[in-house]
């Protein structure tokens, strides 16, 4: 199961270079920007929350 | 008018409950929802029903757009939760189900506040039942909680409503605001708080989380329909525009995140992702402009949807396996395939995937309403 889900990430990020997306912003221009945004954020969540809970 | 007062479907449901057993109230339960969303098809707008009370103008009945919209809703809330219960028997569930849903159909069909008030105190009292009815000592001091919380939030809108009365010689409900002058500001800013309380507001907000996990498998799927949005409904009704409620909404969309990502509990993990899609609705209803409450309402109605699948996964998860901490559970596509499928359906309708109602509406008015602002 766990296969499955790397792959769909993996293809995610490769159909990221062939759709067309509407862009608001120059950041987007950015290859994978939403990938790489998506887990910096996520692991920025994570980090954030752990602190708040154990202080 | 053929039409009888709307929440008298689901309260004769209740009440039947009561007394049936077997087949005979499956029937009626799933009748009372559909017969009572016949019932509102054939209403007209305006005031249904109106008496006088010490001097003062109640419309206890009053049917426009907003309360119409609201009212399908809860009925299909209520249809979609009373199939998920057949299954239970106990009686304690299925009578206050119905007569919760019926209080919620009531509050919003409410023309003035007194009304709205004894509603308001109802949803605490016929809901506390389906926390209790989980029937261990954990769920009975989370209902205890909740109740007391409740009762709190209907005794602000209570004094709040006084001071309204006294000042304005008039107790319909109708745009309340926060700008007035002398005591009615008080009263103002009290009914604001009796509605934040019932909108898990940022630091009202530890009822929900605290006792929705608490309640039963199948209570949890009514919690999470009615009393949150009635609170989004009563701001919508009383509050829309007020800048305040667009810095509150953008909170309640934030920071319930940070305590979801790290909790272990799956069900405590969708109350917090309650209150993070009622932020959505109340930043909505802060824009306050006639599209931006369209979004907020119909998000109301995608939230009912989604997280009420999610939680009727949840709760098949809990009833299968007796657990539902995220760490000691794994492997479940193996043997819960369909509840699989269906929990990836509503994680995908809340993330908003293409296909889902979320995304046309991120497309219709999330998009069209940020372009106003």
């Keep these: 199961m766990l296969k499955v889900f790397y792959v769909i990430c993996g293809l995610l990020v490769l159909v990221d270079f062939m759709v067309h997306r509407h862009i608001y912003h120059d950041w987007e221009n950015i290859p994978a920007f939403y990938a790489i945004y998506g887990f910096i954020g996520c692991v920025v969540l994570v980090l954030i929350a752990k602190r708040c809970v154990s202080s | ?373």
């Excluded at chain 2, 249809?79 to 057949?86: H, S």
């Excluded at chain 2, 189900?97 to 509050?107: E, K």
């Excluded at chain 2, 299968?320 to 994680?347: D, F, H, R, W």
Aim: proline share 3%; net charge neutral; glycine share 10%.
């Design chain 2, 1 to 373: 008018m053929n039409s009888v007062i709307p929440f008298l479907p689901l309260l004769l449901g209740a009440l039947a409950a009561i007394f049936l057993r077997g087949w005979l109230r499956n029937l009626i339960m799933i009748a009372a929802p559909i017969l009572g969303a016949i019932n509102l098809m054939g209403m007209d707008h305006g005031v249904f029903w109106s008496l006088e009370f010490m001097g003062y103008a109640l419309e206890p009945v009053k049917v426009d757009k907003l309360s119409l919209m609201f009212g399908y809703l809860f009925h299909l809330a209520s249809l979609i939760a009373v199939i998920y219960a057949l299954h239970v028997k106990d009686t304690v569930q299925h009578v206050a189900g119905l007569a919760y849903a019926a209080s919620a159909v009531g509050a919003v069909f409410a023309g003035d506040l007194l009304t709205l008030f004894i509603f308001w105190e109802l949803l605490a009292l016929t809901s506390v039942f389906l926390i209790w009815a989980r029937r261990t000592d954990r769920a009975y001091s989370s209902g205890v909680r909740y109740l007391i919380i409740q009762v709190l939030s209907g005794v602000l809108l209570l004094v709040g409503l006084l001071i309204f009365a006294q000042v304005n010689n008039s107790l319909l409900f109708t745009q309340i605001g926060l700008q007035h002058e002398g005591i009615a500001q008080i009263g103002a800013w009290l009914i604001f708080f009796g509605f934040g309380i019932k909108c898990a507001f940022p630091f009202m907000h530890n009822w929900l989380t605290d006792a929705y996990p608490e309640a039963t498998p199948s209570g949890t799927i009514f919690l999470a329909s009615f009393t949150t949005k009635v609170a989004v409904y009563a701001f919508a009704r009383g509050f829309p525009g007020e800048e305040i409620l667009v810095w509150i909404g953008v909170t309640m969309a934030c920071f319930p995140i940070f305590f979801a990502v790290i909790e272990n509990d799956l069900r405590r993990v969708l109350a917090y992702s309650l209150i993070n899609q009622i932020g959505f609705m109340i930043v909505g209803i802060g824009i306050g402009t006639a599209i931006a409450l369209n979004g907020a309402v119909a998000h109301a109605f995608n939230d009912v949807i989604f997280k009420g699948l999610l939680m009727m996964t949840m709760g098949a998860v809990l009833h299968m396996t007796g657990k539902i901490n995220g760490s000691e559970l794994g492997g479940l596509y193996k043997s819960m395939p369909k509840t699989t499928v269906l929990c990836i359906v509503g994680a995908a309708s809340i993330s908003a995937s293409r296909c889902s109602a979320v995304s046309y509406q991120v497309d219709d008015y999330g998009c069209r309403g940020c372009r106003r602002l």
